[in-house]
């Protein structure tokens, strides 16, 4: 419940504070390549519920519902802008809204897309998938994309077993730090 609060005390001001720059993103997401601004993508959330999370979209119309890493070449099926986003991590602010609606929060296991059964699985055997899904979180912190799966997975379950609203706050400082610094994106 205090996780809760936090995250609602923290996106409500945060959200009025960005609303000029989210109306700049998407400006310049709608001016630089043809598509939706968004991309609501269908995300695992609490207990292995689906539920569909907005990003600003950094790839192509036509690119195909799977892991970045799954894809041959992603550099081909980015826009413009996209890499600027993706590595700034701009991208992710329209997830806001998922925290403000209770599908995530601020800090948890990043959400798994549908289609990746196997960190769902090794998730689920860890007992993570009973997180709320995070905005960031302890594997984001300590690898992001650059993680394989099984590492990911540990590093969520070392989260859910550590879990308090000072890790929380330490996780947040991290992530703020290696978003300045533009640390763990490959794409």
């Given amino acids: 419940m205090m996780k809760r609060l936090f995250d609602l005390a923290l996106a409500v001001p945060v959200t009025a504070a960005l609303l000029l720059p989210l109306a700049l993103i998407a400006l ?8 939706k601004v968004l991309y609501w ?33 992603p550099e081909a099926y980015l826009t413009p802008i996209g890499s600027f986003l993706r590595k700034t991590s701009l991208d992710e602010l329209p ?23 196997d960190l769902i699985g090794l998730r689920t055997c860890c007992g993570v998938h009973e997180l709320v899904p995070g905005l960031t979180g302890w594997a984001q912190v300590n690898g992001r994309d650059e993680l394989p799966l099984p590492e990911k997975a540990r ?17 947040l400082w991290l992530t703020f730090v290696k978003v300045l610094r533009r640390e763990g994106v490959s794409h």
């Avoid at 310049?28 to 598509?35: C, E, Q």
């Fill in 155 to 171: 590093l969520d379950a070392e989260y859910l077993h550590r879990r308090s609203f000072a890790f929380d706050l330490w996780i």
């Fill in 95 to 117: 997830q806001l809204w998922s925290i403000l609606k209770g599908d995530m929060s601020f800090v948890g296991p990043r959400p798994a897309l549908f289609n990746q059964e």
């Fill in 41 to 73: 993508s269908e995300r695992v959330g609490r207990n292995n519920r689906l539920f569909r999370m907005p990003k600003f979209r950094s790839m192509r119309a036509d690119t195909p519902a799977v892991a970045t890493h799954m894809l041959p070449d």
């Fill in 28 to 35: 310049a997401v709608r001016l630089t390549s043809p598509g």
